[in-house]
């Protein structure tokens, strides 16, 4: 009997070819690595700007006139949107709250709790927002232009520091107004109120403004004060920041204008969070 050998071939399996996933891969590794390495840069650059506005800030060569210059345009801009914002704040607080507290006999207690309410959160936190909106915005497209036409290097070249006459004024000019303009929109949020309550109602402006502030303490003012300056300087900063550090280009404008916007919008919230922790811890 003949054996007959079939030559049996070895069956070697066909591993996948990983080298577009490994193209893939590095690639998005180099994106996401370009993208942290971006934010840290920005953060470096702007703690470096923080640095040079706070040491030109207790320079001997203070720009008084143009600090001055800057209060007024800040306050006088912004006076008739905080107005309008407050009286609105004050007036839609007490009407949305009317009706639930009448629910439980409790209509007594809507002065103190919209005083309460504006006081210590809502009118610190919509005022700074806007103030972002507004001032933030104003600040970055000015400096952004300033920066495109070279009127910043040619305030180099004439021996003018523009740290201290374009930065440092503006950031202690809005950390001074804000503070001022969230008074006054609680102010007004308050008469809001009382313009609210009668209108399905009738209580006396002085009997409206002895219940709202027998709620109010020292110690729930003070908090929202002081944060309200912490409010201004991060306005004032982010906004001659994105402007001072604006690019080339009519474009540059825009953007810095956007993002000052962006910026401090998001800080305002987060401040205010870490400001509401903290004084919750304290107190």
Not at 28 to 52: D, I, R, Y
Not at 70 to 86: A, E, H, R
Not at 256 to 282: E, G, K, P, R, W
Request: aromatic share 8%.
């Amino acid at each position: 009997m003949v054996k007959i050998r079939v030559p049996v071939k070895k069956i070697i399996p066909k591993l996948p070819d990983l080298s577009k996933h490994v193209i893939k891969l590095s690639e998005k590794t180099l994106k996401e690595t370009q993208k942290a390495n971006a934010f840290f840069l920005e953060a470096g650059n702007f703690f470096l700007f923080l640095f040079s506005a706070t040491r030109e800030a207790f320079s001997r060569q203070f720009e008084f006139k143009e600090f001055l210059r800057q209060c007024y345009q800040i306050g006088n801009k912004t006076l008739p949107l905080i107005s309008v914002t407050g009286l609105i704040m004050g007036l839609v607080l007490t009407i949305q709250s009317r009706p639930v507290l009448a629910d439980f006999g409790a209509v007594s207690m809507l002065p103190g709790m919209v005083a309460l309410s504006i006081i210590r959160e809502m009118g610190p936190v919509i005022t700074a927002l806007i103030c972002a909106g507004k001032i933030g915005s104003g600040m970055g497209a000015e400096l952004g232009s300033m920066k495109v036409t070279e009127q910043i290097d040619a305030m180099e070249v004439s021996a003018t520091n523009p740290m201290r006459f374009l930065v440092v004024t503006r950031v202690l000019a809005a950390t001074l107004m804000i503070p001022i303009l969230v008074l006054y929109a609680d102010a007004l949020g308050i008469m809001g109120s009382w313009a609210g309550a009668n209108i399905k109602g009738s209580v006396s402006f002085t009997l409206f403004i002895s219940q709202a502030f027998r709620v109010v303490d020292f110690m729930d003012f003070l908090p929202a004060v002081i944060k309200t300056f912490f409010f201004g300087a991060t306005i004032g900063l982010i906004g001659t920041y994105k402007g001072y550090t604006a690019g080339k280009g009519t474009e540059s404008v825009g953007r810095a204008a956007n993002s000052a916007v962006v910026m401090a919008s998001l800080l305002v919230i987060i401040i205010d969070l870490i400001a509401v922790q903290v004084t919750d811890m304290l107190l």
